[in-house]
């Protein structure tokens, strides 16, 4: 009979015949009162009533960790739609976008949605919770999965089972519900204890708490600028009935693709061009400050803009933050060592400020340099002034604080915030995180120009969002404008270029969990050539081919 070694983080380890399930070893695990939500089976994270029926080395994903939080939401997620389909039968309920530590759904009642409507789903979701109900997973076979979702009015994910056509289909069960998501869920729903709903605009918001702190919500943040953003490229992918991975396969398939091309960068075009005409409405500014997280586009974007600004009869000059950092003996270091090269002590703020001063004075002044490689400013005899017409442009990650440009009066700034919002689904019940598509961006350009490998840009993923979260996410309310950097065609034609990459990351990688995760989720998209993709798109940014130089 078949035995298998399984392996525990402290060495240790049992033996089993044929296989065993997590669930039954879990006390092996030095969990220090905190909650096991599922264990990474050689790196590849698996609820804990997957079968382990090879040798393996297993440890715990805790509740308060990235991946845990993940499946904490995605589990809530389920518990929501369960509790809908059994209060509101035969009714569509659509998630949508993050918004302070929640997502946006909506419910399609066929009348407005009450505060008793959110009230009753919150109350069946706790009962569920409440007896600790068992979310079983299991594998049907191609055909039965395509007459459950028509049976459970799951238009979208059927209609994906078009175009993504497995011979059998995981499945996630709830009492009398069932449902697919693409990763694992908690093994029962007791552990869901901390969540709320909370009633927005024309739906709600289901809350969860923050990353590392699985006990309690955070006080909710609005964002209203951001929200709109969204709203409004919802009702643009309505108009053009592309909202979900499975409609743009569809359109893919009907080869149809290059007139959505068109119309997604030409889209885009026209929101730089709004901008530019905002900025002219500002008379008195002088300097334009474009922020947002990384491998949102703001090099690309920077040039485009710059391009409307000429058209209307701007001569835009641009500064580069990165020219003014101190010298790496001045540079700040994080809670590990390592120099902090993201935090705003990091830069020469009293030069900056200095020379921004002089140039709307009508001053000449020097601009700095800055030697990555032997970490020191120095200058090289760069020089810049300011004429009637010109207007500067800086982007950088600090570009909507004020403490980036305290001497710089406010009716001199013109702030900017981007980010790559897609209005996508995967389908009804599972969104596609902003976060994700960034990150495929960066493992795209990392490779291509940095040499990097996808374990090395996963590696080193959180790291970047922490900062984001510090130093980014908290004033995007400040921006005078915002703008969506996403184009709805541009997974499938990164999938083309991030597929390779993510396959080379090996089972004894602690990467591996998150480029599965992200294969899977690739996985879902049919796609589009590079040839494709005009030369001045944001996507050139990534995969190269732009016509702007960088």
């Known amino acids: 009979m078949k035995k298998i070694k399984i392996t525990f983080p402290d060495n240790s380890f049992i033996e089993a015949e044929n296989e065993i399930r997590p669930i039954l070893f879990l006390e092996k695990f030095n969990a220090q009162n905190k909650k096991i939500v599922a264990v990474k089976v050689n790196n590849e994270i698996c609820s804990l009533d997957s079968p382990v029926n090879i040798t393996s080395s297993i440890e715990p994903v ?10 904490y939401r995605r589990s809530l997620c389920f518990v929501l739609a369960a509790a809908a389909h059994k209060i509101f039968p035969g009714k569509r309920l659509l998630v949508g976008h993050s918004l302070g530590y929640g ?43 395509c007459s459950l979702f028509e049976e459970l009015g799951l238009t979208e994910t059927r209609k994906q089972l078009n175009y993504r056509c497995p011979s059998r289909v995981q499945i996630n069960r709830l009492e009398g519900f069932s449902d697919l998501y693409f990763g694992p869920l908690v093994g029962t729903t007791g552990i869901l204890n901390v969540f709320d709903l909370l009633p927005y605009s024309d739906g709600f918001l289901l809350r969860f708490p923050k990353k590392g702190h699985p006990e309690k919500l955070t006080e909710f943040v609005d964002q209203p600028k951001l929200f709109e953003i969204y709203k409004s490229y919802k009702l643009w992918g309505k108009r053009l009935n592309v ?27 026209k929101r730089i061009s709004t901008i530019a005409d905002e900025i002219l409405k500002k008379k008195s500014a002088r300097i334009v400050l474009i922020a947002g997280p990384s491998s949102s586009g703001k090099t690309t ?46 830069l020469n703020i009293e030069l900056l400020n200095q020379n921004l001063v ?23 005899g760069g020089t810049m002034t300011l004429e009637e017409s010109d207007i500067l442009i800086m982007e950088g990650i600090h570009g909507l604080n004020d403490k980036l440009t305290p001497l710089v009066p406010a009716d001199k700034k013109f702030k900017i915030y981007i980010s790559a919002l897609t209005q996508l689904n995967l389908d ?35 790291s970047v969002q922490k900062g984001e979260q510090l130093h980014i996410f908290p004033f995007q309310n400040n921006a005078d404008a915002m703008l969506n950097t996403a184009l709805d065609y541009e997974l499938p034609v990164l999938k083309v270029y991030a597929e390779p990459l993510l396959r080379c990351v090996s089972p004894l990688q602690k990467e591996y969990a998150e480029a599965n995760r992200l ?18 798109s944001i996507i050139r940014e990534f995969i190269g081919g732009s016509a702007f130089k960088y």
């Open 519 to 536: 294969l899977q989720f690739l996985n879902c998209f049919s796609t589009i050539p590079a040839t494709s993709v005009p030369t001045q």
């Open 62 to 71: 805790f509740s308060d960790s990235k991946d845990g939080s993940s499946i």
């Open 103 to 145: 997502y946006y759904y909506t419910l399609e009642l066929g009348t407005p949605l009450t505060k008793e409507n959110i009230l009753k789903l919150k109350n069946e979701m706790e009962q569920i919770i409440k007896y600790d109900k068992i979310i079983e997973t299991d594998f049907i076979s191609y055909s039965e999965a």
């Open 428 to 462: 009804d019940h599972n969104r596609i995180s902003t976060s994700d598509n960034r990150l495929i961006r960066r493992i795209v350009r990392d490779s291509r120009y940095r040499g990097k490998s996808a374990a090395d840009t996963i590696a080193m993923w959180e």
């Open 243 to 269: 909202t979900s991975a499975a409609s743009l396969n569809q359109l893919i398939h009907d080869r149809k693709e290059s007139e959505f091309i068109d119309i997604t960068e030409t889209l885009q075009t």
């Open 358 to 380: 002089d140039l709307f004075a009508g001053k000449q002044i020097k601009l700095p340099s800055y030697d990555f490689h032997a970490g020191v400013s120095y200058f090289k």
């Open 301 to 346: 974007t920077s040039k485009k803009l710059a391009l409307q600004l000429e058209a209307i009869g701007y001569k835009p000059k641009v500064i580069s933050l990165d020219s003014y950092y101190l010298g790496r003996a001045q540079t700040p270091k994080d809670e590990n060592g390592n120099y902090d090269y993201e935090c705003l002590e990091a």
